[in-house]
């Protein structure tokens, strides 16, 4: 796996990624529209704690490849600049974060949605495995509840314990290991959604002071990569791992309890294979 991994980082040349910024600067905002994923905090521990829109991102303004790109320009942040600077700020070592899910808005029409984060997990699984302590899922509809139910039992014993299903937006159960001030906004309060109040910038937004820092810092990086001329637009195309066994088990469980919650409708019959990134 580790050679795998080594491999999949020298074909896709990962260690530049923090030195290629989507651009303009419009396009990156609107990926942050459509993909919600922010810091909001650090637990008691130190560990960074992201939020994600699962439910609400919609992954329908710009190619997939930029999306990948975004999400994986993120992970190599948290490693390289997040991280570090945790443990700097705690006086100890954090090589780890914790993530709350949101599923508000998870329907059973969302396909594209699924397939985006499968694709999502596919690329962390295999390359960024032990990054994440803990996933709390929070707003969980019955569409969550339904297929969690019958893909539980396909999991392995230690991912089981790294994943946390929590009542409504599971602010209780959150601030045993975080403050109120980390708490993500859909969280704060009770039978919330994923709005945030009027006193705060969403953590999801580009205007955010993390999203802010993260693209100034890539783009910070390509001019000092760069001789002459501006940057470039495009995106990276990144081959993403195949799933392993328990993995595709998994997504075939999906589609089919999907299926079931459907009545086996024509709009969810079909094949719910991972995206294939390819080609321009």
């Given amino acids: ?17 923090l030195a290629k910024p989507i651009v303009p600067s419009d396009l990156y905002r609107s990926i942050r529209d459509t993909l919600l994923v922010g810091l909001t905090g650090y637990s008691k521990q130190g560990q960074p704690v992201y939020a994600f829109g699962v439910g609400l991102s919609t992954f329908d303004k710009a190619s997939v490849h930029y999306y990948l790109q975004s999400h994986i320009q993120m992970n190599e942040y948290r490693d390289r600049v997040v991280l570090p600077g945790a443990s700097e700020m705690f006086a100890k070592q954090i090589n780890t974060c914790l993530k709350v899910m949101d599923m ?16 999502i ?7 960024y ?6 996933y709390y899922i929070v707003n969980a509809p019955y569409v969550f ?8 039992p ?36 009770e039978g919330s959604g994923s709005g945030s109040s009027s006193d705060e910038v969403d953590c999801y937004s580009y205007d ?6 993260l693209y100034n810092f890539v783009k910070q990086q ?25 993995e595709a088990k998994i997504i075939e469980t999906i589609e089919s309890e999907l299926n079931n919650l459907r009545g086996g409708g024509d709009g969810i019959s079909r094949s719910f294979n991972r995206i294939t990134i390819e080609g321009p």
Wanted: aromatic residues 4%; charged residues 25%; contains cysteine.
């Fill in 1 to 17: 796996m580790l050679m795998d991994s080594l491999n999949w980082r020298l074909q896709n040349e990962i260690d530049t990624v």
């Fill in 104 to 119: 508000t808005g998870l329907k059973l029409s969302a396909l594209n949605q699924i397939k985006m984060l499968s694709t």
């Fill in 121 to 127: 997990t596919a690329v962390d699984d295999l390359n």
């Fill in 129 to 134: 495995p032990e990054k994440t302590e803990t």
């Fill in 145 to 152: 509840s339904a297929c969690w139910k019958v893909v539980k």
């Fill in 154 to 189: 396909l999991l392995q014993e230690r991912t089981k314990k790294k994943i946390k299903v929590l009542s409504g937006p599971g602010r209780d159960e959150l601030l045993k290991v975080m403050d109120y001030q980390s708490l993500p906004h859909f969280c704060k309060r």
């Fill in 208 to 213: 955010h002071p993390f999203h802010q820092q």
């Fill in 222 to 246: 390509a001019l000092s990569q760069e001789t002459v001329g501006p940057l470039k637009q495009g995106s990276m195309h990144v081959k993403v791992p195949t799933p392993d066994l328990e």
